[in-house]
């Protein structure tokens, strides 16, 4: 079964604080994990990639954990613009000469961040 | 620039009225994905085009075709739709390739309602 789990929140923080959330996925053949944020009655939209070795772009820092097949963002002082759900998504092996197969989101993690 | 564009933003049918959304892209991606989404949950994969090789999910019903004319455009087609077919349906586009994270690019969806 495909599964890509998140806490669906809502985390609800002030401005500037730092707020991490967790993603589990089911599949251990999974190579590619992203992060995508949706604002309410948008598209998702591309936040960052995640690699093996964690990156971190400005204030989001995202960590894979291939082992335990978690995978976190960080966000550090948080900003009132930051108050979006949270999309962990994960492909789901390879299809179609190379292609990287299909992406399954999780339902996503809905952050709040108040003045 | 908008690079995956959807047409109409929001689109009401009746009841068993065929409907057709349309999804266009200027990034020249080879594979192009229908996602159904319904509130508080995760998009939901439909089927996906690499080229002209449709691939249906199992789970997607009949009821649910699509169309690749060119690289450029993707048409879902609804044959009967019923209440519980309303939605935002995203149309998303990515290169194919097996070993690196390659995102999606989402349109800006089409709302459905169905009266």
């Known amino acids: 079964r495909k599964e890509v789990e998140q806490d669906p929140g809502p985390f609800n923080v002030p401005e500037g604080a730092t707020v991490a959330f967790n993603c589990t996925y089911s599949?251990?053949?999974?190579?590619?994990f992203f992060w995508y944020r949706q604002d309410c009655r948008k598209e998702p939209k591309l936040l960052m990639s995640v690699y093996s070795s964690g990156n971190e772009d400005g204030r989001f820092t995202a960590q894979l954990n291939r082992a335990s097949q978690y995978i976190s963002l960080l966000i550090r002082d948080s900003k009132l613009s930051d108050s979006a759900t949270y999309l962990c998504?994960?492909?789901?092996?390879?299809?179609?000469?190379?292609?990287?197969?299909?992406?399954?989101f999780g339902k996503g993690t809905k952050l709040s961040v108040k003045p | 620039d908008a690079m995956v564009i959807q047409n109409p933003r929001y689109q009401v049918t009746q009841f068993g009225k065929p409907v057709t959304l349309s999804c266009s892209q200027t990034l020249n991606h080879n594979v192009m994905y229908w996602y159904q989404q319904k509130s508080s949950q995760a998009p939901k994969l439909l089927f996906h085009?690499?080229?002209?090789?449709?691939?249906n999910e199992a789970d997607t019903p009949d009821n649910f075709q699509s169309r690749r004319p060119n690289t450029s455009f993707c048409f879902l087609d609804i044959r009967s739709p019923g209440l519980g077919d309303a939605a935002m349906y995203l149309c998303?586009?990515?290169?194919?390739?097996?070993?690196?994270?390659?995102?999606?690019?989402f349109g800006d969806g089409t709302r459905l309602s169905i009266l």
């Open positions: 998303a586009t990515s290169k194919p390739t097996g070993y690196s994270n390659q995102p999606q690019h």
């Open positions: 599949n251990s053949a999974s190579q590619s």
């Open positions: 085009y690499y080229d002209k090789d449709f691939n």
């Open positions: 998504v994960v492909n789901w092996g390879l299809n179609y000469g190379g292609s990287q197969g299909n992406l399954i």
